[in-house]
C-alpha cells in the first residue's frame, strides 16, 4: 500500500472561526473541535477523492451498517507545537498501519498511505492555531471509519466513510486513579478483536465500568478471558507494573491493543537499563508484591494521558493502596516521551513527524 502519489484534495473552508470563542485554559477533553473535518468516502470499490470541509455534522441512512453490526474503527493520536511554530506528531505511521490492522479485521477496506498522510498535513496545516504551544497542549486527532451503506442484511458494507475530527487538549491531572482488577467481565477473548480499535470494544466496557465506578473505582484492569487470573490491559491504556525496579507488562496479542506508547516506554526503559519483562503477569503476583512493600506503581500509557499513574487497586472485595513516590518510573518516561513529543530533546528513534 505504500503509494507517495500527490492526491487532489477539495477544500471547503469554514467562513467564521469558531477560535475565538474557545477557553483553552478549560478543555474537557474532546468535547470541542476544530473548525475542520475530513472525509473521504469509499464507493465503488476505491477510496474518492477526500474532502476537508467545515466541521459539522453529517447524514446517514438509518439502515447504514455501522448502526446495526458496528462496522466501526478508529484512532486515536496528536499533533504538538514546538518554540519554533513547527507542528509534530508522534509516530502518526504506527497508527496508520493499526487503523488499516483495525480495519482489516473488521472487513473494511484498507485506507491508501498517501491518502492519510496528504489529507491529514493539510487539515493539520489549516487548524494550526488551535495548536497551543506549551509543554502538555496538544491536539488530539480521531481518524474513523464507519460503514455508511444503507440496508439491514447482515453482511459487509460496500460503502464506507473515513473521517479525521481534531480537538484541543491540555494536560491535566487526571485525579486519583484506582482501579479494579476483573473478576468476571472480559473485554477481548482468544480469536477476537481485541487487537484492533473497533468501536464495540469500547461500549462494550462500559457497563462492567459502571459497576466498577460504584464500588469506588474509575478503571477495569481486564484480566485473560478464560481464568481471569492474568492481568492484560485497561480500557484505552496498556498497564506496566514496577516490582522493585523491575517493570512487567503482559505481551500483545489478540486481546490486547500493541500500543505506541507501550513499546516507546519499553525502548526507552531499555536504553535508560531499566529492565522491562514482557511476560504474563499473574494477579497473584501483583497481590502478593502489594503486600510484602515490593510492588511500588502500576501505570498505564496511552495517547490521551501519556501515563496515568495508577493509585490503588481492588479485587475479590480487598483494597489496596499504592505508595507515592517522589523519583516514579511513571513521573520519568511521561518526562522523556513528553520531551521527544515537544522537540525539546533527541529524536534517536525517528519517531517525531513533522507536518509540512
Ligand atoms: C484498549 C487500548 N489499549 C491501549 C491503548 C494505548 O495505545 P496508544 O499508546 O497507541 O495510544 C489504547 C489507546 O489507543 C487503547 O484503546
Known sequence: MKNDATIDIDIKRALTSKLDSIDFENLKFGHIFTDHMMTCDY?????????????????????????HYGQAVFEGMKAFKDDQDQIWMF?????????????????IPEFPENFFFQA?????????????????????IRPFVIATEPGVSASPGTNYKFMI??????????????????????RAADGGVGYAKAAGNYG????PTNLAK????????????????FLEEAGTMNIFFRINDTLITTPTNDRILDGITRKSLITL?????????????????????????????????????????????????????????????ATFFKD????IQYNLSEDKHGWRYLVK
Not at 481534531?166 to 486519583?176: F, H, R
Open 43 to 67: 464507493e465503488n470499490g476505491s477510496w474518492q477523492t477526500p474532502k476537508i470541509m467545515p466541521y459539522g455534522p453529517i447524514s446517514l441512512d438509518p439502515s447504514a451498517k455501522v448502526f
Open 91 to 107: 509516530r502518526p505511521k504506527d497508527n496508520f498501519n493499526r487503523i488499516n490492522i483495525s480495519a482489516k479485521r473488521m472487513a
Open 120 to 140: 491529514l498535513d493539510t487539515l493539520l496545516k489549516m487548524e494550526k492555531d488551535w495548536i497551543k504551544k506549551g509543554f502538555g497542549n496538544s491536539l488530539y
Open 165 to 186: 475530527i481534531c480537538s484541543p487538549a491540555k494536560s491535566y491531572y487526571n485525579g486519583e486513579v484506582r482501579v479494579k482488577f476483573s473478576e468476571n467481565y472480559s
Open 204 to 207: 462494550a466496557q462500559f457497563y
Open 214 to 229: 460504584e464500588e469506588g473505582y474509575q478503571q477495569i484492569i481486564w484480566t485473560d478471558a478464560n481464568t481471569h487470573s
Open 269 to 329: 526503559a531499555e536504553e535508560n537499563d531499566i529492565k522491562v519483562e514482557v511476560r504474563k503477569v499473574p494477579v497473584q503476583e501483583i497481590l502478593d508484591a502489594a503486600k510484602d512493600g515490593t510492588l511500588k506503581e502500576i501505570f498505564g500509557t496511552g495517547t490521551a494521558a501519556v501515563i496515568n499513574p495508577i493509585s490503588g487497586f481492588g479485587y475479590k472485595g480487598e483494597k489496596h493502596e499504592l505508595p507515592v513516590l517522589t523519583d516514579s518510573y
Open 336 to 339: 522523556k516521551l513528553m520531551k
